[in-house]
């Protein structure tokens, strides 16, 4: 059976023809599904409930389980654990969104998953240890925004203003159905949520940072470059030697052609590893002449990977080498450390050892 928030307008008014229902009528099963966002077809009110029993009949509203929702003892950070529906070739998959209420709560953003699991494998990423799974569908992404918003609203008053795509996977490897997603997001007659407040997380993927640039969204890009040259890069993203550094900037600057938002350079710092004065300096370099933001984030740190964080003095000394060469450098500390809040880390708590534990 369909999930109602993967089918486009169209797909829609194929069905209500068929059903023999009027136009307006999908307008208003529109504006339920999008603009109020409802998880039950008997909120539909201004719809029969011989049309609404039709609706019911063909598709769902929610497909995912909610696992397990962990909220931070400050209660602004909430994290989600689902569960997809089997699918024949692999089953149920993980999948985990979080919540995050900053800014005095002015900012509330969803971080959303575009596949269960990854295929690219950086070595300190929870996700890339799970592996692979499946890509995610368009409606299965919306539908994780739909819940941290319907939460949202429940619990801060007002529902979500900020959207990134940096949960698990790998947008642009999804990209078809990631531009699904956002798009609908952005729907003035749906949630109407304005490109400066989509962002979307790459790896580094060339090919579809152009495919990007080509589809002309101008939404807000960040790329995890987490090393300033080439042989240490691939030693944190293995994905790296396929996407050289080389290509990537190439990609980029036909990016910036497109859009006219600054990119955002994500770049996890790991003691000894790629958090030196050296590395400072090089991505110094590496950034001259593309005008770019920063984001430093101290490592999350993980099972199955020996790295840390850096202490303090170290994670300030990188970021004032940056400023003081004119590049705006923030920290951005791991929100929710105490409910596992890092991409992949409550999947992967949840996988193993005790697949089915509730
Ligand atoms: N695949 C995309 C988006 C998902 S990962 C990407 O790699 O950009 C989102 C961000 O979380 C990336 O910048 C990633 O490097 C970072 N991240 C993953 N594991 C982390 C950890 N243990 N500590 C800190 N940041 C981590
Ligand atoms: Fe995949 Fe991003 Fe994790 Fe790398 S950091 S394994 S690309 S989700």
Redesign the pocket.
């Known amino acids: 059976m369909r999930h109602w928030l993967d089918v486009p307008r169209e797909g829609m008014a194929e069905f209500f023809q068929t059903a023999g229902e009027p136009e307006y009528r999908q307008r208003q099963f529109f504006a339920w599904l999008h603009a109020r966002r409802v998880a039950d077809f008997r909120e539909m009110l201004d719809l029969p409930a011989t049309l609404r029993e039709k609706l019911a009949a063909a598709g769902h509203l929610r497909v995912l389980t909610e696992k397990v929702l962990r909220r931070s003892a400050d209660g602004l950070t909430s994290k989600w654990l689902y569960h997809t529906p089997a699918t024949p070739s692999v089953g149920v998959s993980p999948v985990e969104s979080v919540l995050i209420v900053e800014q005095g709560r002015r900012r509330r953003t969803v971080c959303v998953s575009s596949m269960a699991g990854?295929p690219?494998g950086?070595v300190?990423?929870?996700?890339g240890g799970l592996g692979f799974r499946r890509d995610l569908t368009a409606g299965e992404m919306l539908e994780q925004v739909y819940r941290a918003d319907c939460h949202a609203r429940e619990n801060q008053g007002e529902g979500v203003s900020h959207v990134v795509?940096?949960?698990?996977?790998?947008?642009l490897l999804n990209l078809e159905a990631v531009l699904a997603a956002a798009d609908r997001l952005g729907d003035p007659q749906g949630l109407g949520l304005s490109g400066r407040r989509l962002t979307l997380?790459?790896?580094g993927y060339p090919e579809g940072i152009r495919r990007l640039a080509e589809a002309r969204r101008n939404w807000r890009l960040?790329?995890?470059l987490?090393a300033p040259r080439q042989e240490l890069r691939e030693k944190l993203v293995p994905a790296a030697r396929r996407w050289p550094l080389v290509e990537l900037f190439q990609a980029l600057s036909y990016y910036r052609q497109a859009s006219s938002h600054a990119i955002t350079f994500?770049y996890?710092l790991v003691d000894r590893v790629n958090a030196g004065v050296g590395e400072a300096r090089e991505l110094v370099h590496l950034l001259q002449g593309c005008p770019a933001r920063v984001n430093l984030?101290p490592?999350?740190?993980?099972d199955g990977f020996s790295g840390r964080p850096p202490p303090p003095p170290v994670v300030r000394r990188f970021q004032n080498i940056l400023r003081e060469a004119g590049i705006p450098a923030t920290v951005r500390m791991?929100k929710g450390g105490d409910i596992n809040a890092?991409?992949?880390q409550l999947g992967g708590e949840f996988l193993a050892p005790t697949p089915d534990k509730p």
Do not use: K, Q, R, W
């Not at 300190?124 to 996700?127: K, S, V």
């Not at 795509?165 to 947008?171: A, C, H, I, V």
């Open positions: 990854c690219l950086c300190f990423c929870a996700t795509f940096m949960g698990m996977g790998e947008p997380s790459t790896v960040a790329v995890s987490h994500e996890c984030i490592l999350n740190p993980v791991e890092a991409c992949g």
